[in-house]
């Protein structure tokens, strides 16, 4: 993504979040808030006047539940502009290294938790398949998990290097 590109889409986002009227329904609503620093209705903010939320640390917490959204009176896309300003982000080449390791983990396994032995037996206890329906049970299916995140680039925005 090139500079015009995420100008472009940050300019959207804070468009639609110019409407805010900071009520701090978002917030109060949000799961994450309650556990971590995340406080929604600043991200918001500091998104409708500056690209300082790109380097956010906050804007990581949040888990995507959608829960600010659905209760925003003013019908704000809250978490869908969270996700655009990720996606600026981590073309900026800034991404968490947790969020890198999962990353790669997807890229490597196929999903983001890859299920080991001591795993295989906790779901056997529980009445569970060894495996889920995941590309762990279907390995055939990882090379086209890994064929369509090279594709769209996604090897390159979690390479180690892109360090923030």
Not at 12 to 37: A, F
Not at 129 to 154: G, N, R
Request: aromatic content about 4%; overall charge positive.
């Amino acid at each position: 993504m090139d500079q015009t590109d995420a100008a472009n889409v940050l300019k959207d986002v804070s468009s639609e979040l110019l409407t805010c009227m900071q009520c701090g329904t978002c917030s109060g609503s949000c799961p994450s808030g309650r556990y971590t620093s995340m406080v929604t209705r600043k991200i918001v903010r500091m998104a409708r006047v500056n690209k300082r939320v790109l380097k956010d640390i906050n804007l990581w917490m949040c888990t995507t539940c959608y829960t600010c959204q659905e209760r925003c009176p003013r019908q704000i896309k809250i978490t869908d502009a969270i996700l655009a300003i990720r996606t600026i982000t981590v073309h900026d080449g800034c991404i968490l290294p947790e969020h890198r390791r999962v990353s790669q983990l997807v890229l490597q396994y196929g999903h983001a938790v890859p299920i080991n032995d001591a795993v295989k037996q906790k779901r056997k206890k529980l009445g569970m398949e060894a495996l889920p329906e995941t590309v762990h049970k279907y390995p055939d299916a990882l090379l086209d998990v890994q064929t369509i995140l090279k594709s769209c680039k996604f090897d390159e925005l979690v390479a180690e290097g892109q360090e923030e």
